[in-house]
């Protein structure tokens, strides 16, 4: 997964003219790289709880490694806004690499089993259909599902089905996000080529019934549902493995994040 985020300098603050000053804006602007992309990085949500500023505050991400994480990103060439008046780079961020230095265990926690198994297909990934307004629970009103790092996911019946201590030791990512049209295709699985590397092209696909978490970003899905993945050691291990994807609606995928000077 990626982040994509935008820096910019205002060139007349920092005593700079155009078309001379081209040059100098743009070394001053990779110069400031680290100050610029600090906030959009701390913002990341990391659960539903804490974003990577909330860690840091708390000495459990340290600045130095993300800053590392923000040199790894990918850059592409600055560009002059309309009106001449900032200078701005675009640049991707790789959320798997912040993601994968918050995942410090060895051995996976045990996935909850079940006394009363229920038969099930041996399916090739999990996808929950999040992409609508869901009820939250313990409160009465309605929330679009938000992404972040290590979403929970539960049960109807309030059992945790699926948090980050599951995820192999190893392992990157413990969900992705897509919008739904990368589900509902014309090819024969439905999925997006994308997708079907991912999930592979027989996925158990599940609507999620609610939502949970101090922000609405852990799914809840039905307890019927949940025993399908509990009841059998293939499908426990999809989860192990992280061949989970979330479906969210666009415009909690494609938010803007900009920072200037």
């Known amino acids: 997964m990626e982040m994509n985020a935008v820096i910019s300098l205002d060139l007349a603050a920092s005593g700079i003219k155009l078309p001379a000053g081209r040059t100098l804006g ?18 990341i949500q990391v659960d539903s709880s804490s974003t990577l500023a909330d860690l840091t505050e708390r000495g459990e991400f340290s600045l130095a490694r993300m800053d590392g994480i923000a040199l790894e990103a990918r850059a592409a060439s ?5 009106d001449l008046l900032r200078l701005s780079s675009a640049h991707t961020i790789y959320l798997e690499n912040i993601s994968a230095a918050l995942i410090r265990h ?5 996935i909850r089993r079940t006394l009363t198994p229920v038969p099930a297909p041996a399916y090739t990934g999990i996808i929950i259909i999040a992409d609508t307004p869901l009820p939250v629970h313990g409160m009465k009103s309605a929330a679009l ?26 392992k990157k990512m413990m969900v992705r996000y897509a919008p739904a049209e990368s589900i509902f295709t014309e090819t024969p699985s439905g999925l997006s080529p994308e997708i079907a590397a991912f999930t592979g092209t027989k996925p158990m696909r599940i609507i999620a019934r609610g939502l949970f978490g101090s922000l609405p970003t852990d799914p809840v899905i039905d307890t019927a549902d949940a025993l399908t993945i509990i009841s059998t050691e293939e499908n426990r291990r999809l989860l192990h493995e992280g061949r989970v994807l979330i479906i969210l609606a666009d415009s909690t995928l494609k938010q803007p994040l900009e920072t200037g000077d």
């Open 26 to 43: 743009e070394s001053q602007l990779s110069s400031e790289y680290l100050k610029l992309i600090r906030p959009p990085i701390l913002g």
């Open 78 to 82: 600055p560009f002059l806004s309309p």
């Open 106 to 110: 060895t051995r996976p926690a045990e």
């Open 145 to 170: 599902a938000s992404p972040c790092l290590f979403p929970k996911i539960w049960d109807t019946d309030m059992n945790l089905i699926y948090e980050r201590n599951m995820l192999e030791a190893g």
